[in-house]
């Protein structure tokens, strides 16, 4: 079950709602509860997952769980609106970039910088990150 308090205190200071969400994790068609943080792209999932056969189920645990909050709904729509429309933004930046790692990973572009800056776990590191943002 979904622990609101541990949710807030993983976001203090941090506006967000939950909202229902086809379970990108479950190999079934299933629904799960994302978290939509004001301000950043994307959804995050909730540290412990509650899947669900219907969206009418996971969007009625959804607004129960927002109800924690006292939003109201035209508020966690907002909400959502502003995740959706980052994530858009963000997506061909990522893909330009991964297309771009990939390029310099061919052609030893990143072993060279790698021993040249001797950050080599660093700069392994941060293309994990946009291979896995991908």
Same mark, same amino acid.
Request: net charge negative; proline share 2%; hydrophobic share 40%.
């Given at each position: 079950?979904?622990?609101?308090?541990?949710? /807030?205190?993983?976001?203090?200071?941090? +506006?967000?709602?939950?909202?229902?969400?086809?379970?990108?994790?479950?190999?079934? !068609?299933?629904? &799960? +509860?994302?978290? =939509?943080?004001?301000?950043?792209?994307?959804?995050?999932?909730?540290?412990?997952?509650? $899947?669900? &056969?219907? #969206?009418?189920?996971?969007?009625?645990?959804?607004?129960? $769980?927002?109800?924690?909050?006292? #939003?109201?709904?035209? =508020? *966690?729509?907002?909400?959502?609106?502003?995740?959706? +429309?980052? /994530?858009?933004?963000?997506?061909?930046?990522? @893909?330009?970039?991964? !297309?771009?790692?990939?390029? %310099?990973?061919?052609?030893?572009? $990143?072993?060279?910088? %790698?021993?040249?800056?001797? /950050?080599?776990?660093? +700069?392994? !590191?941060? *293309?994990? %990150?946009? @291979?896995?943002?991908?």
């Amino acid at each position: 079950m979904i622990d609101t308090t541990a949710e /807030q205190t993983r976001f203090e200071g941090k +506006i967000f709602c939950y909202v229902a969400i086809h379970s990108p994790i479950s190999r079934d !068609d299933r629904f &799960a +509860i994302g978290i =939509a943080v004001l301000g950043e792209p994307g959804y995050s999932f909730a540290l412990e997952l509650e $899947l669900f &056969a219907t #969206y009418k189920e996971a969007s009625m645990r959804a607004e129960e $769980l927002n109800g924690v909050f006292r #939003y109201s709904l035209d =508020a *966690c729509v907002a909400i959502v609106a502003d995740t959706m +429309i980052r /994530q858009r933004e963000r997506r061909p930046t990522l @893909h330009r970039l991964g !297309d771009l790692l990939l390029d %310099a990973e061919k052609d030893g572009t $990143l072993d060279r910088l %790698a021993k040249d800056v001797r /950050q080599s776990e660093t +700069i392994a !590191d941060f *293309c994990d %990150a946009v @291979h896995m943002l991908r």
